[in-house]
């Protein structure tokens, strides 16, 4: 067989071979490193707060900046990687990042430093879903675990990278810190691009494509159509999904267990989530994307009931066990469901649309839990709100799944 190195085109039996697994193994390596950029930030937010002599309301606002650049940055990295492969995007990223963080080390106000962590954000948007997506190419049979695999590298590095960088913030200072990260990211990344120079095979990619041209993704309904869907399940699952992650620690102070103990429910979300997504991966090689998709919102919705019913010390790390369980595969599903219903060509971008949605979703949940909490004196209606966009994400997931000859592509 002919290897077409314009077309994108290592040869077919690439597919689920050693080097694709290799591949997968490197994608995770960079989402741990390029991830960073995600987590950073909370640590170091009361010392860059003493530092610059701000309040808390505006010393939240890089965090803001962060989920906006990798928002944006999602969808530009997305097209990047659709039109030129996974190598340009992943090296913009990593100059991206350490760039971002020298730059706010050395920052000497809160403005410029935001603006920095905005920048940041946006580089570490190449290392989630391009690489999602371009794993997606390298298997069928295994497609699910795979995507999950490599969606992981972003929950680990919120469970790894927490202590490091608080060492080193408390022995050397944050803006040491941030400077150390910055190369750290530019030295680290670069030489592990270099395994994924390799572009998909090209007889897989070209008939996936081929079974799209000028195919509707579900008869009826238009791949705009369909994506504003998708969209809006995106944006309904994380409203949801944000008023735990966003409010457990005040939650908790509130029922006076203190903020400590908050901050040990939610690491415990986040370690249930990382079983989710490899979970999740396994559930979509055997059932597709919407379903695994339908069954975790569903199981999140039981989780947001179960905040409702009991609000003891022991049932509260429970449940925020449970809720990790049930909700961490949400987001990775959605790059299988691209994967299923539009072209391999678009997947890139359609995902950083997508994935632009969810960010919107988090921090609109995240806005209005808190705006709900004001208005009632109490997280009980904010949990019913949520329980309320759970329910519209799971309505469109049923539509999907029960619509009459639904034709997802597996190639």
Excluded: K
């Excluded at 190598?87 to 971002?100: D, E, K, Q, R």
């Amino acid at each position: 067989m002919t290897t077409n190195v314009a077309a994108g085109h290592g040869p077919a039996r690439d597919i689920e071979s050693r080097y694709a697994w290799t591949r997968l193994c490197v994608a995770l390596v960079l989402g741990t490193v390029g991830s960073v950029g995600m987590w950073s930030f909370v640590v170091a937010l009361p010392a860059v707060q003493a530092d610059f002599g701000v309040d808390r309301g505006e010393a939240s606002l890089p965090f803001t900046l962060t989920m906006i650049g990798f928002g944006l940055g999602s969808i530009v990295m997305g097209r990047l990687a659709d039109r030129f492969g996974i190598v340009l995007p992943v090296v913009c990223g990593a100059f991206a990042l350490g760039a971002g963080y020298m730059l706010s080390g050395f920052a000497g106000s809160i403005w410029p430093f935001a603006l920095a962590q905005g920048l940041l954000g946006f580089g570490s948007a190449a290392t989630f879903g391009p690489l999602m997506t371009d794993i997606s190419h390298w298997f069928v049979r295994r497609r699910g675990i795979a995507v999950a695999l490599a969606s992981s590298g972003n929950y680990l590095a919120g469970t790894l990278w927490p202590p490091i960088i608080q060492h080193f913030i408390a022995s050397d200072g944050w803006r040491a810190t941030q400077i150390g990260i910055g190369v750290l990211c530019i030295l680290s990344m670069l030489p592990l691009v270099v395994a994924l120079r390799r572009r998909p095979p090209a007889h897989h990619v070209a008939q996936a494509n081929a079974a799209m041209a000028g195919s509707r993704p579900l008869p009826g309904v238009s791949a705009n159509a369909l994506m504003v869907l998708l969209c809006i399940a995106g944006v309904a699952c994380c409203v949801a999904m944000a008023m735990p992650q966003v409010h457990i620690v005040a939650y908790c102070g509130d029922l006076g267990y203190g903020p400590a103990r908050g901050a040990e429910m939610l690491s415990v979300m986040l370690g249930f989530g990382l079983v989710s997504r490899i979970a999740g991966g396994l559930f979509a090689d055997r059932i597709g994307g919407v379903a695994t998709l339908l069954l975790s919102s569903s199981l999140q919705g039981v989780a947001l009931f179960l905040y409702l019913l009991f609000d003891g010390l022991f049932s509260l790390y429970v449940i925020s066990a449970l809720f990790g369980l049930f909700q961490g595969s949400l987001v990775p599903m959605y790059a299988i469901i691209v994967r299923e219903y539009f072209a391999p060509r678009e997947a890139g971008t359609r995902l950083g649309v997508i994935l632009m949605a969810t960010l919107a979703g988090m921090a609109l949940g995240g806005w209005m839990s808190g705006w709900i909490f004001d208005l009632t004196g109490s997280y009980q209606a904010a949990f019913l709100n949520g329980l309320g966009w759970n329910l519209v994400n799971v309505s469109i997931m049923l539509w999907l799944l029960l619509r009459p000859s639904r034709r997802p592509i597996h190639a």
